[in-house]
């Protein structure tokens, strides 16, 4: 394949007039100098980009469902809708992420996860891992988990979901405040991603989180004590040690002054974009079911009944869209942010996140008026593409 005339995000964060060569599902070169087909084999795919810019394909690192299924419905079927409608807007890899459910429910997510990721539907977004959100949280900030389900900390379990999906999970979330959980963090960070997330610890306990080895920081802002200028809490200590810090930019989550000083505080290379989307993506208002608990969604606002936000009803692309549109973040850190921030944070970035020759011919496509979703590559194979 060769993808010609596009503006491509280049992987020194450049947007360039370059033409992108695959061959089978790889990048094999960035000619800057191309825009007409220069291939000697007359069967080779051409799609021209006129007008789009050219990304590496989007990696959600934080999704627990759409298209009316979830993760946690521990089903192939699930999955694969998942899989199939994240590619329809652009999302090439994800990660499947839990919720606090009871153990055997978590291990039979496990099973199927595997099954998936060992053969994933074609055309469809690909699960590369697992995110493991809950149920090592703090009751105080369990936002849409339901607290009979939630764990102390266990580094034995962790370690048995991991072998039943293959080694392949990923981020193992805990609140540090509970108890066990500085030894948790101590001990799962020497395998995992180890992120703090629904958790009430202020400065001090997040920053000794950090120094015993954790370095993400689950949805910024959102299930976390306030910034403040004398407890300045998670968010405080993320700026000064996190190597990663999520945000979700669907317009609800956090307020577009509030995403502005997480890219300021942090700065561009530690910002991962996340939908933290439920089964209501890409559905209509209606009701639907989140963790075990009734979510109405209306307007695109997903809650629970006391009011509780319950995840988003907004795809990755449409956060990275709102970013700068709604934001005003640059196009170049945001686009930086929904691809390769977050598959750095998940240690895949020798595979996706750039465009560079060797990694996987995953691209997403966008309008560059209007930022929207115009076409979507997975392994060198066309998904769809717009041509207006």
């Given at each position: 394949m060769q993808i010609i005339n596009g503006l491509v995000f280049c992987e020194d964060g450049?947007?360039?007039?370059?033409?992108v060569h695959t061959s089978e599902t790889l990048i094999t070169e960035i000619s800057t100098n191309e825009s007409l087909p220069g291939s000697s084999h007359s069967d080779e795919e051409i799609l021209d980009a006129g007008g789009c810019i050219v990304?590496?394909?989007?990696?959600?690192?934080?999704?627990?469902?759409?298209?009316?299924?979830?993760?946690?419905?521990?089903?192939r079927e699930s999955n694969d809708a998942i899989s199939a409608y994240l590619s329809s807007v652009g999302v090439t890899s994800y990660l499947g992420t839990t919720m606090a459910r009871p153990r055997e429910e978590l291990r039979q997510m496990m099973r199927v996860a595997a099954d998936c990721m060992?053969?994933?539907?074609?055309?469809?977004?690909?699960?590369?891992?697992?995110?493991?959100?809950?149920?090592?949280?703090?009751?105080?900030?369990?936002?849409?988990?339901?607290?009979?389900?939630?764990?102390?900390?266990?580094?034995?379990?962790?370690?048995?979901l991991n072998a039943l999906c293959g080694g392949r999970l990923i981020f193992a979330d805990v609140a540090p405040e509970l108890a066990g959980g500085q030894a948790f963090v101590q001990k799962a960070s020497q395998k995992y991603v180890v992120s703090l997330a629904h958790t009430a610890a202020d400065y001090d306990t997040a920053v000794q989180a950090f120094l015993n080895g954790a370095t993400h920081v689950t949805h910024l802002y959102n299930a976390m004590p306030p910034f403040s200028h004398r407890a300045p809490g998670v968010i405080g200590a993320a700026m000064d040690y996190a190597?990663?810090?999520?945000?979700?930019?669907?317009?609800?989550?956090v307020h577009p002054a509030a995403v502005r000083a997480a890219f300021s505080l942090l700065g561009p290379d530690r910002i991962?974009?996340?939908?933290?989307?439920?089964?209501?993506?890409?559905?209509?208002?209606?009701?639907?079911?989140?963790?075990?608990?009734?979510?109405?969604?209306?307007?695109?606002?997903?809650?629970?009944?006391?009011?509780?936000?319950?995840?988003?009803?907004?795809?990755l692309s449409e956060c990275f869209r709102r970013a700068?549109?709604?934001?005003?973040?640059?196009?170049?850190?945001?686009?930086?942010?929904?691809?390769?921030?977050?598959?750095?944070?998940?240690?895949?970035?020798?595979?996706?996140?750039?465009i560079s020759a060797g990694k996987r011919a995953d691209f997403t496509l966008l309008d560059q008026d209007t930022l929207l979703v115009r076409g979507c590559v997975i392994g060198g194979e066309t998904v769809f593409f717009h041509t207006s």
């Open positions: 450049i947007l360039r007039k370059a033409a990304a590496p394909g989007f990696v959600d690192i934080h999704i627990h469902g759409a298209a009316g299924r979830d993760f946690c419905d521990s089903s060992d053969a994933p539907r074609p055309g469809s977004a690909v699960m590369r891992g697992i995110n493991l959100e809950g149920p090592f949280s703090n009751k105080e900030k369990k936002g849409a988990m339901m607290a009979e389900m939630l764990l102390s900390p266990d580094c034995t379990l962790v370690d048995e190597r990663d810090a999520e945000l979700i930019c669907d317009g609800i989550h991962c974009l996340i939908s933290d989307a439920m089964r209501a993506c890409g559905m209509p208002d209606g009701d639907y079911e989140l963790g075990g608990q009734p979510v109405r969604v209306k307007d695109g606002l997903a809650t629970l009944s006391d009011g509780t936000i319950a995840g988003s009803a907004t795809p700068v549109k709604l934001c005003h973040i640059p196009l170049q850190t945001a686009l930086k942010a929904a691809t390769h921030n977050p598959a750095r944070a998940a240690r895949l970035e020798n595979e996706i996140g750039s």
